[in-house]
């Protein structure tokens, strides 16, 4: 939860060596731990192994079947997640809800909260998302959480952004950003730099942005999954403030232009960047083609959601509704 993933992904594996001297409790949990570490460092097969694993030990526990399979259903949900799949997102999240209220466990359930109000941003249900980050941010404050409390207030940030409510957006991430400082939490403090960066270009002020961006770029220096969302975040603020030639070198790293419609946030946001940057330097051609497989992606990642998502996805995000804006403009779509 500190950012520092690779270190956890040693300490796990090493208690993960003699599996036969644990019991089914310790050995699930550890297990659970290990697929969310490596669900954070991409390796999404060897996450779902430990998930399968996970369950398995749950349903055959001797103790609290309840509690196991709880831990189990948290960490699928980051597992599915990292995957990008956001309908199967939003139904893990509401599952890991649904456990942890009746298991009375007042942490999970919060961070479930969290979860949920993350993916619900994430389809453009703004609303929905408000209110569960909001009761998240309560029970954290509450059962005084820090970790859970800087998580909902990040996330309730972007949530206020996104209904262009600046100040008060700007206000909560700012107060993440002090609570990760405070706890050392260093994923935390990379995300809430992204995060006010985006809020100040969306609200007219990309050179204000530009300070918060470049830090989250280097904070995240060494946390591969933030890394990637930190140069897109920062291509499109070098971008808005018309830097054309740095947000194209910055989409030129490796993995920051995703691939394929699954893909970790602001996938859609890095290949807008991209085709508007190509169109300010006059490369109409090669700017039409980006732009082909951007609205393709973009609507292969539409039609996988259900219907009742997929109008918001494709009209609330700000990004998602510019693509195909541009793409009907220039005769792609």
Known sequence: DLGRQRESEQVLAAALRDEALLDGGTLGLLLTEQARTLADLGKLPEARRAVDRA??????????????????????????????????QIEAGMDVVRLADAAGDVPLGTRARCNLGHSYNCVGRFEEALIALSQAASDAVRSRILPLQGFALHNLGLTLARLQRFDEAIAHQQHARSLAEQMGHERLRVSSLQYEALTLAWCGAPERALPFAKEACHAAAHQPSQRILAFRVLAFIQQFRGAKEAALELLSEPGVLPEGSSDPEWSVLARLT????????????????????????????AHSLPETYRQGFLERLDENRRTLELARLLGVY
Request: hydrophobic residues 50%; aromatic residues 4%; negative net charge.
């Open 55 to 88: 369950f398995q030990i749950a349903e055959s526990s001797r103790g609290s079947i309840e509690s196991a399979r709880l831990r189990a259903a948290d960490a699928r949900f980051f597992v599915i997640a990292s995957q990008g799949k956001l309908a199967e």
């Open 274 to 301: 991209q085709v508007e940057a190509l169109l300010s330097l006059g490369e109409h051609s090669q700017a039409r083609e980006q732009l082909r497989l951007a609205t393709l992606a973009l609507l292969e990642a």
